[in-house]
């Protein structure tokens, strides 16, 4: 795997904004993209007219972590909008994993036993192409106070739910505020017992992690769980370890959940280098999925076939806990689905 140098050194990547002026000051443009990283601009109309279907977000400390003038740079090709989006591709559709089918009041999705996801924000730092809620109707799940109540009553009358799971959009782009008010209500429904957080933030805003953010993580008495995203080690710079390890040093659990994508991640040495990368920031390998077919994200897809034999290189190579389980989603099955 061919170590790939940084746009920015590494030295020049300290940032005293806040995490909300990162947020708020992503890039959006695809020709801003091009010149920051110097690429050549011939498909700079393709990028264009792909953000249509799907705009492009980026933060730019994540932009530093590219390497100028390499189209092939793996974190550039998560975020690179390009024409191939546009074109069809049967068996990719809007919904891929059924979730419209499961969402029975707004912001709640419950499609597995025991557990509970709830959409708390609609918004994202980062627009990862392959995205499998990219064409998700936020707009019809971003509940307002009233609306919160509803799902705590939901959770409230079934006693089967013993895990609630923070998604999105990203639930870290919510406030601190929000999410210490939702946490406490949720730790007073006496037969739950665990929080769950799915978020790409440590890993592309790593200041998210604030102290208020690790207190309101640790306030209750629910077991937390933090699930990040991550898909190459090249992700993870001296700040994104620091955001991970305070994560891990605060007591909460830190599992990392990746997307095996062509071009990007489908080698052993790239696999590899994330999980080593991972468990030195004391986050252990969860989750490899399957590409959802979602469509605009057919490029990214890796046979079957294929995703087994990196995953028999990986057993030989690496002690078990550091090899992610390869799963799939399935609409309608009652949970990941092992390959």
């Known amino acids: ?45 393709a990028a264009i007219a792909a953000c249509k279907d799907f705009p492009l977000r980026v933060p730019r400390s994540f932009v530093a972590r590219m390497k100028t003038g390499c189209v092939d740079d793996p974190l550039l090709k998560q975020v690179l909008p390009l024409g191939a989006e546009l074109d069809y591709q049967p068996g990719f559709t809007d919904d891929p994993l059924g979730e419209l089918d499961s969402n029975p009041i707004p912001g709640l999705i419950h499609k597995y036993h025991g557990r509970v996801l ?14 499998f809620r990219r064409h998700f109707p936020y707009q019809d799940n971003n509940p307002s106070r009233a609306e919160r109540q509803q799902m705590l009553d939901y959770l409230r009358s079934d006693p089967s739910i013993q ?4 998604s999105g959009g990203d639930p870290l782009a919510a406030s601190d505020q929000l999410l210490s008010e939702l946490v406490r209500d949720i730790a007073a429904i006496p037969h739950i017992t665990t929080l769950r957080v799915h978020s790409r933030m440590p890993i592309v805003i790593p200041q998210r992690i604030t102290e208020q953010c690790l207190q309101w993580l640790t306030d209750t008495r629910l077991n937390t769980v933090m699930v990040v995203h991550c898909n190459h080690a090249n992700e993870i710079d001296d700040h994104v370890q620091q955001s991970l390890r ?14 095996l994508l062509a071009g990007v991640n489908d080698d052993a040495e790239s696999l590899i280098a994330l999980s080593k990368a991972l468990f030195t920031a004391g ?23 294929r995703a087994k034999a990196l995953i028999d290189q990986l057993l030989n190579q690496l002690p078990g806990y550091l090899v992610p389980k390869l799963v799939k989603e399935v609409a309608g099955a009652g949970s990941k689905t092992p390959i």
């Open 1 to 45: 795997m061919k170590t790939l140098t940084p746009a920015i050194p590494q030295a020049e990547l300290h940032t005293t904004e806040s995490w909300q002026q990162t947020l708020a000051n992503v890039v959006r443009q695809p020709d801003e993209l091009f010149s920051l990283l110097k690429l050549d601009k011939t498909t700079l109309p």
């Open 118 to 131: 709830l959409i708390v924000s609609g918004g994202c730092a980062i627009n990862c192409r392959y995205c």
């Open 163 to 166: 895990e609630v799971i923070f």
């Open 246 to 259: 305070q994560l891990n040093e605060a007591g909460i659990t830190v599992l990392n959940q990746a997307v």
């Open 283 to 305: 986050t252990l390998p969860y989750y490899l999925h399957s590409l959802d077919k979602v469509k605009g994200a057919a490029h990214f897809q890796v046979t079957e076939p």
